[in-house]
């Protein structure tokens, strides 16, 4: 299936009625998928939170559900049709009707429909319609999966990120589901809670302004700050970000700091790798990630602490700007599809003292999948081929920093 990168989630080149095709297919078959429905808001969170982006490009179908991603596609050179949730739930429900497959609804209790809402609309719309409505909190924390029953379909209106992340760790607790999907407030429209555009404005686009104009359920201003705001990120921040993402960064690289972080063993040194997660072939690294804006001392610390969740260390050495690279295929990220837009990375090295237990470190799963310490004699030799050059430049350096600790000992 045909993707386009956007902002670094892909989305599936698919069409409505392609879309469902495939869907029935997923039915009938037996394994278990997820759907989601990125728009420009989700895109642009995608950009911030790390987990929603890796399961947002794990999931089966990827359709798009905005005019934003329509635009950038369309500037990436591709012509991509618009798939929304709103318009997708609805045939979803119906097929299930009529294949007799059981629905479960995962609903946030505190949205604009309750379960009592939802039955009831999708009890009189489809009559014939087996249908379970569990109501849980945003994060999904008071999910039963015992009361699911035997559903086949699961549709999750937690709203993003919190639908995604439910779906992608809960899909597995229930045997009998062949297709998750996060709707969003795709059922407030079939409760009649929310009504939708007009037809020739959804066409063209303009559910935004449509939205614009309705009254908040809320008259409260922070409700319709929050409500202006979102039409803002849609609207102009997201195109603007894409701008830059397009056109300004493959021209340049992304500051990043690598962490060399030790431990004393004995009268040696060992130093921390981590193992990259979905790599086709084993790839140790260091730990490293981009600074964001931060000073490299700050953005090694919180880049050290996010991909070991434990912030047990010390930073005893700062190197500005040692290394530089061009992503490639080999790296993992090739030019046309790198979720960061850059050309390549220019690194900073932080070495930092781990004082933790090693039980305190917790991989984050979408990064890596396992970490180990190897005597620093040896670190060259255990990380993957093509980043032993850089390797060994923040060997040196912290050499050099081991060196002068111990001049200033004796």
Known sequence: MKKVSIL???ISVIDRAAALKRIGDYLRGSGQHFLVTPNPEIVLAANQD??????????DLSLMDGMGLKVAAWLKGVSAPRVTGADLVPELLALAEEQGLEVLVVNWRDGLSSAAD????LKAKYPQLKLVVQAVDRFGRDFDPAAAGQAVIMLVTLGAPYQEKFIFHNLKKIPSLRLAAGVGGALDFLSSKVKRAPKLMRLLGLEWSWRLFQ???STQGQAVYRRYRRIWRAVFVFM?????WQYVRPLQYRPNVACLIYRRYGDRYQALVVRRAYSAEPHWQLPQGGTDGEDPRDAGLREANEELGTDKFEVKAVYKDVWRYEFNSALGKHPVTRDSGYKGQKQSLAILEFLGD???IKLNYWDHDFWQWVDIDQLVATVHPVRQKSTQAFLDKFNQYI??????TK
Do not use: Q
Not at 50 to 59: G, P, Q, T, W, Y
Not at 403 to 408: D, F, Y
């Open 118 to 121: 939802i039955s009831k609309a």
């Open 215 to 217: 009254k908040p359920a």
């Open 8 to 10: 670094g989630v892909n």
């Open 358 to 360: 090693d039980a305190e």
């Open 50 to 59: 790390e987990e929603l982006h890796h399961i947002l490009n794990k999931a």
């Open 403 to 408: 060196n002068v600790i111990a001049s200033e």
């Open 240 to 244: 603007w970000r894409f701008v830059i």
